[in-house]
Every structure is written in structure tokens, then in C-alpha cells.
């Protein structure tokens, strides 16, 4: 009662053919690896252009405000 047979599978997979037919099942994969692929590509596209952030040592400065102006551009 678990899981599916081999022979459960293959009927779904028939049925999908037949009411999807085979040439939009092909244009779906096609779109769907199209996509992933697009994917791949700007994820590595953007992991060279972020920008390398330098850490250095410094000093923490602490203060108190005293004075808030705001400026409206």
C-alpha cells in the first residue's frame, strides 16, 4: 500500500502523453531546461560581478546624536 509499482507509473506516464501529447511534452522540456540553463548562467554571471568587500581592522567610534535634520532631495 506504500509506494507505486513500475506498472502505476507507466500508466500515469501514458495517460500524460495522451492528453498532453508529445510534442507539447517536448515543448515544455524544452522551455523548462531553456529556464535552469538561464538560471545557471546568471547565477554565475553574478558571482563575478559582486564586488570583493575588504575587511580591515579599525576602531568602533560610539556617540550620541544630538542633532537630527532631515533633508528632502
Given at each position: 500500500m506504500g509506494s507505486f509499482s513500475i506498472w502505476h507509473w507507466l500508466i500515469v506516464l501514458l495517460v500524460v502523453v495522451m492528453v498532453f501529447g508529445t510534442k507539447?511534452?517536448?515543448?515544455?522540456g524544452e522551455d523548462l531546461g531553456g529556464a535552469v540553463k538561464g538560471f545557471k548562467?546568471?547565477?554565475?554571471?553574478?558571482?563575478a560581478a559582486a564586488p570583493q568587500v575588504e575587511?580591515?581592522?579599525?576602531?568602533t567610534i560610539e556617540g550620541e546624536v544630538k542633532n537630527k535634520t532631515h533633508t528632502n532631495a
Open positions: 507539447k511534452l517536448r515543448n515544455i548562467e546568471g547565477m554565475k554571471s553574478d558571482e575587511q580591515k581592522g579599525g576602531q
